[in-house]
């Protein structure tokens, strides 16, 4: 909304989370956190579901960390044998994070994260957990337009809460 304003594009908010009108009429366009009235309903469904979006992603040459689909504790011992630690442990489809743990380094935590991730789903994905930045990229009419680096919230000793970036 602010980039909105410094581009005089009127704006309205249409609810008390993320739902934003930009412009008006024939011209207007809605969006909602990072989807917009423009985005396909089969982009939103493959995007939604972790193992469909790591297939397509591996087809197109780009990788993707080991991993596999499980729904048992059984599941959860053969993936953790057959990939090692640390592991990422989360819902097959979800979004905002729900239910994902990450940096799994033991039997402990991957039972404590199974379960948290069986809040939301059956079907859980465990993949390896790779260190490295976590980018968001804009790209609109396929055409790069920006990225932004996203740093979780971190307790410095202080104990004090701070945001990176």
């Known amino acids: 909304m602010d980039e909105a304003a410094k581009r005089g594009i ?3 908010r249409l609810n008390k989370q993320s739902l ?3 412009g008006y009429g024939v011209h207007q366009k809605r969006i909602r956190a990072t989807i917009a009235s423009t985005t396909s309903n089969i982009a939103v469904d493959i995007a939604g579901d ?3 979006t790591k297939l397509l992603l591996d087809a197109a040459q780009i990788p993707v960390p080991g991993g596999t689909v499980i729904r048992t504790e059984e599941g959860l011992k053969d993936a953790i044998e057959r990939f090692g630690y ?3 442990i989360k819902p097959i489809d979800g979004n905002h994070g729900k239910g994902n743990t990450t940096n799994i380094t033991t039997w402990e935590q991957a039972v404590k994260a199974f379960a948290a991730a069986k809040e939301y789903n ?3 994905i465990v993949e390896k957990f790779i260190t490295g930045y976590d980018f968001r990229a804009l790209v609109i009419n396929y055409k790069f337009i920006c990225a932004a680096l996203r740093t979780p919230a971190s307790v410095i000793g202080d104990g004090g809460i701070r945001f990176n970036g």
Do not use: G, T, Y
């Open 122 to 124: 059956r079907s859980l």
């Open 10 to 12: 009127p704006f309205i």
């Open 86 to 88: 640390p592991l990422v």
């Open 50 to 52: 972790k193992e469909e």
């Open 20 to 22: 934003v009108q930009l």
